[in-house]
Each structure stands twice: as C-alpha cells, then as structure tokens.
C-alpha cells in the first residue's frame, strides 16, 4: 500500500509497531463497515464513505477530552497536539531524530524541532556532571 503525504504529495513509509498492526487489523475484521472504498477508516453512519475533508477527527478529539476532563483552554487541541504527543513520546523512548522527522512526514528536521518539547527529566539524563569548587 502507497501512502502519500497530503501536503506534499510524497510518498512515506511510517512503521508500524505490533499493536498498533494488530488494533487495524482488529477494527478492519471487527469495526469496519462495510463499504466498496479502498480507504481504511469509513464513517460508521450511513452513508459509509471516508471521512471528507473537514476536521471532524478535532470535533471527536475534543469530545473525548471533555468526557475525560483534560484541561485545554488556551491550548491548541485536536489532531496538531496529537502529531506533537507523538513526537514527544517516540523521543521519550529513543526513537532517532530523523526517523520522528520521517514519521511527521517533514521535509527536515528543523521542521522537526518544532513539534519537539522540551523534557527536562531527560536532558538531565544526558547532562555531564560539572565539578562543584568552593
């Protein structure tokens, strides 16, 4: 299957760690419904098509964080703060830059970067321990 980035048009590849195969493969066998579309995700009321261009994954996004009570007045929310937790969370398990920067689908890492915040628990992790002198 060709995944193509929609900003650009170039093709990527994202791999996919094994549960997240195995929670696609369970929704397509399971959860999908039925439909001649070629797209994996179909709405779930009639008429059973992709999901057209408008945001609607933000309204659903937002619904959740309501239900769960998480604070986001003054923040950005939806599917942009998804993209930053995800970059966030493969650099809090080690995932090298340029493979978060292919995941995110950028250019460059400097594009990268922006999606990135800062943990200081980590940077303390890689500090060098300076010599304190009275």
Same mark, same amino acid.
């Given at each position: 299957?060709?995944?193509?980035?929609?900003?650009?048009?170039?093709?990527?590849?994202?791999?996919?760690?094994?549960?997240?195969?195995?929670?696609? &493969?369970?929704?397509?066998?399971?959860?999908?419904?039925?439909?001649?579309?070629?797209?994996?995700?179909?709405?779930?009321?009639?008429?059973?098509?992709?999901?057209?261009?408008?945001?609607?994954?933000?309204?659903?996004?937002?619904?959740?964080?309501?239900?769960?009570?998480?604070?986001?007045?003054?923040?950005?929310?939806?599917?942009?703060?998804?993209?930053?937790?995800?970059?966030?969370?493969?650099?809090?398990?080690?995932?090298?830059?340029?493979?978060?920067?292919? &995941?995110?689908?950028?250019?460059?890492?400097?594009?990268?970067?922006?999606?990135?915040? &800062?943990?200081?628990?980590?940077?303390?992790?890689?500090?060098?321990?300076?010599?304190?002198?009275?």
């Amino acid at each position: 299957m060709n995944l193509f980035k929609e900003k650009t048009g170039n093709p990527i590849q994202i791999p996919l760690p094994d549960n997240i195969k195995y929670a696609i &493969i369970d929704y397509i066998k399971n959860g999908r419904p039925k439909g001649e579309s070629h797209y994996i995700f179909l709405r779930h009321r009639a008429p059973f098509v992709p999901y057209g261009s408008t945001n609607v994954f933000h309204y659903v996004i937002t619904r959740y964080m309501d239900e769960a009570m998480v604070s986001y007045s003054d923040r950005k929310h939806g599917l942009h703060s998804m993209r930053h937790s995800l970059a966030s969370n493969l650099l809090k398990n080690n995932t090298p830059y340029p493979v978060i920067t292919g &995941i995110l689908g950028h250019e460059n890492t400097s594009t990268t970067r922006l999606y990135l915040s &800062i943990d200081i628990e980590q940077l303390r992790s890689v500090a060098l321990e300076v010599a304190y002198e009275e």
